[in-house]
């Protein structure tokens, strides 16, 4: 069977509360999120690097996934755990 997504049709939305924003990037630690196509981790860890030049964050964690696939919840809590901001990458 075949879904069809119809873009006219009304969907129910849900809110979101964000985290605050941080004042300033200085020492914080972030989780880079390589979603496994061609080129992902590099690019996410040359973003890391600038980062680092730039605003003196720490690269805590990277965390490799399948292209389509959600996280699962083991790398949600190591994120929660050990990163104060998260980037998610995609390449090619």
């Known amino acids: 069977m075949l879904d069809i997504l119809d ?3 009304a969907t129910t939305r849900e809110r ?5 924003r941080p004042k300033t990037f200085e020492g914080l630690r972030v989780g880079l ?3 496994t196509r061609k080129n992902s981790a590099a690019v996410l860890r040359k973003v890391a690097e600038k980062l680092a030049t730039a605003h ?5 964690v990277l ?3 399948h292209q389509r696939a959600p996280l699962k919840a083991d790398q949600v ?9 998260v980037i998610a990458g995609v390449g090619d």
């Not at 979101?16 to 605050?20: G, Q, R, S």
């Not at 003196?56 to 805590?60: E, F, H, R, S």
């Not at 190591?78 to 990163?83: M, T």
């Open 7 to 9: 873009p006219t049709i």
């Open 16 to 20: 979101i509360d964000y985290v605050a």
């Open 33 to 35: 999120v390589d979603n």
């Open 56 to 60: 003196g964050i720490k690269l805590d």
């Open 63 to 65: 965390i490799h996934k």
């Open 77 to 85: 809590a190591h994120l929660k755990a050990n990163a104060d901001f």
